[in-house]
């Protein structure tokens, strides 16, 4: 059975960092683009950066460009967001997603599973 589980959400002040991570079981993350996304109260759920299943590459929203970063730890089945410069509008949860193509380029349309997601809030 596929599990994404989220940690690592926390409340900090602005110019603030976090590290999220997602840990894998039932699958292996190495092998698929994981992504994750975020969801702010009232508002929709939109991508905020993946991690290519085909070649590791890496994409990005540009409201986090320069200041997230998408990383694997393949030994630990994990994935891992670094957020820094956090600001009052990254406050959202965050939740880890997996398009289960194997080898597949990012394709946020393409997510089929998710985890249950952790909560960031950036306020002062």
């Known amino acids: 059975q596929v599990q994404l589980v989220e940690s690592g959400g926390d409340s900090v002040q602005p110019g603030g960092s976090l590290r999220l991570s997602c840990a894998g079981s039932?699958?292996?993350?190495?092998?698929?683009?994981i992504a994750w996304f975020r969801q702010a109260p009232g508002k929709s759920r939109e991508g905020v950066s993946c991690?290519?299943?085909?070649?590791?590459?890496?994409d990005y929203t540009d409201s986090v460009s320069g200041r997230f970063t998408i990383s694997r730890d393949n030994a630990k089945n994990t994935v891992y967001l670094q957020m820094n410069s956090l600001k009052p509008e990254d406050t959202a949860v965050y939740y880890c997603?997996?398009?289960?193509?194997?080898?597949?380029?990012?394709?946020?349309?393409?997510?089929?599973?998710w985890g249950k997601g952790t909560l960031v809030t950036v306020s002062s």
């Open positions: 039932g699958i292996t993350l190495d092998y698929y683009p």
């Open positions: 991690i290519s299943g085909r070649d590791s590459s890496t």
């Open positions: 997603a997996v398009d289960r193509t194997m080898f597949s380029a990012c394709n946020y349309d393409g997510i089929d599973y």
